[in-house]
């Protein structure tokens, strides 16, 4: 099956500065990455995903790039603010596996202001 | 539209209760899944149902039942809780095929077995 790892684990910036996560996974036949955030309490909210026609995709502040050669895919993070403070979450998919969705372990982000 | 729910949003139980938690989704959504998490081990899906009227296992099924009611509901239950199931619940659903493949989490389930 899908194995999908999340670097690093946990990570700290200065507010302004930019953020970066990266996951690899192992299916070539994944074709859906959707990233996470979750904060203390609340349950993961979808903020961003690519699919695997695209290399890149950006909304405000933040992207997602993906190398489908390579099997990694990246999340960015810029102009970070306290708020970007949470655990973010990679996942992989295909709709060949029953639409079932592999994540890898989080990364725990925080913002120093 | 209220997306996912889940009930309840605590419950403590002593071992070998047993309880069922409840998941509804509103987006008219195929399929559904249950996670639990710990602290620092991420998300492990327990059981999955990719349509009406399927269940799957996950990583972590032991101990635990599924029943997907209908498009909407998809419950699980704990047949005799034990406190290695501590833990916090998430439901979740998603679309199917291009195009609807994105995956909404409910609030969770806190869940203590003493």
């Known amino acids: 099956g899908e194995n999908v790892e999340q670097h690093p684990s946990t990570l700290s910036v200065q507010e302004g500065d930019s953020a970066v996560i990266k996951c690899t996974y192992s299916?070539?036949?994944?074709?859906?990455f959707p990233w996470y955030k979750q904060e203390l309490g609340k349950g993961p909210q979808l903020i961003i995903d690519i699919r695997s026609n695209v290399g890149e995709k950006k909304d405000q502040r933040i992207a997602v790039t993906l190398n489908k050669t390579a099997k990694h895919f990246s999340l960015h993070i810029t102009e970070t603010q306290p708020e970007d403070s949470a655990v973010y979450f990679c996942a992989a998919t295909t709709t060949n596996t029953g639409n079932q969705f592999y994540f890898g372990t989080g990364t725990s982000l925080t913002v120093i202001p | 539209n209220a997306g996912v729910t889940q009930t309840p949003k605590f419950q403590v139980l002593k071992t070998g209760q047993s309880m069922t938690l409840q998941c509804a989704q509103d987006?008219?959504?195929?399929?559904m899944y249950w996670y639990r998490q710990d602290p620092g081990m991420g998300l492990r899906l327990i059981y999955y149902s990719a349509s009406e009227g399927t269940t799957d296992k996950g990583e972590v099924p032991n101990g635990y039942n599924v029943s997907r009611l209908n498009k909407r509901e998809f419950s699980l239950r704990l047949e005799s809780a034990a406190p290695s199931q501590t833990s916090v619940y998430f439901c979740?659903?998603?679309?199917?095929?291009?195009?609807?493949?994105?995956?909404?989490f409910g609030p969770g389930t806190r869940l203590t077995v003493t």
């Open positions: 987006m008219n959504h195929n399929s």
């Open positions: 299916d070539s036949a994944s074709n859906y």
């Open positions: 979740a659903s998603s679309g199917t095929g291009t195009g609807g493949q994105e995956q909404y």
